[in-house]
């Protein structure tokens, strides 16, 4: 029987944090051996918002760099970047025209980022990529003709365009895309460090998340200065900075050190210092082998952009097949 196929993306704006991995990559690593894996790194999507063009080809390498060392085997799985497989871009015109206006139009990604940028950004520009990004990313998956798509919750609305977007052609062409499903896993809520009422992400800042490769010494001074008690959670409630740590021992399988952290917190004698103590340990002993071997995946980086060029073409063997497929049956000539 033929292994089932799953295709995710991630964006190259900078380093794995420990949010993507326990939300995302660790997962990606988990599930090779099982399904037929596609990793993205979507450069064409980076480019919605603004941007430095002097580094999005080296965050592109850099990622494919991280996502190895984290444990995505290029023997096992396909892992691409989306500029080098043009057919993504093709696809996404046809899908623009089978997509409509008015769904896009009600994207909560599409509005959550167009208001940042509207109060935050001193240009104001939205551009009309930001607006159409989730057609490209019915194209990513459809083109593989992917069965499953790790994602988030925040993507289950993006996967549910990509859907109607399949089934609309096939009604429309002919049966031709299967439909995408989400595969959906358990995986821990982190906060920001410094301000736990929010999620760790990158976007507000240095002090509110870790990187999978700061190194140590950055890592147990984040951990250290961690906000614990603000002193206004309410009742027997755990003040969500303090539950963020334990999540965080919880999502490096500390299970032993959780549960005796956790017997002194109901006995009211556990010590933040302690506590913040066993997660940084945690945190060093997860990330120094990764960080180690993407120093030496890095320390040669001609071996890191012929890898991404290999693979991506292996994608772009597919990606032909589908888009000759989809020229054919909506009314455009065959390339040669
Ligand atoms: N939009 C996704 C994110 O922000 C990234 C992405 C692009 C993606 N194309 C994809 C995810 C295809 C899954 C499948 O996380």
Known sequence: MSKKRVLSCIQPTGEIHLGNYFG????WAAIQDVYDCFYGVVDLHAMTMSYDPKELKDNS??????????????????LFIQSLVPQHTELAWIFNCVASYGELSRMTQFKDKSEQIES?????FISAGLFTYPVLQA?????????????????????????????????????????????????????????????MSKSFGERHYVSMFEGENSIR????????????????EMS????????LIKACEKNSEFNSLMNDYKAGNLRYKDLKEVTADALVELTEPIRKKKEELMADKTYIEKLARTL?????????????????????PGLT
């Open 139 to 199: 194209a990513d998956i459809l083109i593989y003709k992917a069965n499953f798509v790790p994602v988030g919750r925040d993507q289950v609305q993006h996967l549910e365009l990509s859907r109607n977007i399949a089934v609309r052609f096939n009604r429309q062409f002919k049966e031709f895309f299967p439909e995408p499903k989400p595969l959906l896993t358990d995986v821990p809520k982190l906060a920001s460090l410094a301000d736990p009422s929010k999620k």
């Open 120 to 124: 935050n950004s001193k240009n104001q």
């Open 24 to 27: 995302a990559v660790k997962n």
């Open 61 to 78: 390498m850099q990622m494919i760099a991280e996502l190895i060392a984290c444990g995505i085997d290029p023997e096992k799985s396909i």
């Open 312 to 332: 991506s073409e292996k994608a772009a063997s597919i990606a032909r097949e589908t888009v000759a497929g989809v020229r054919k049956l909506t009314g455009l």
């Open 221 to 236: 001074k984040k951990i250290r200065s961690a906000v614990t008690d603000t002193g206004d959670s309410q009742g027997d």
């Open 240 to 247: 969500p900075g303090v539950q963020n740590l334990f999540n």
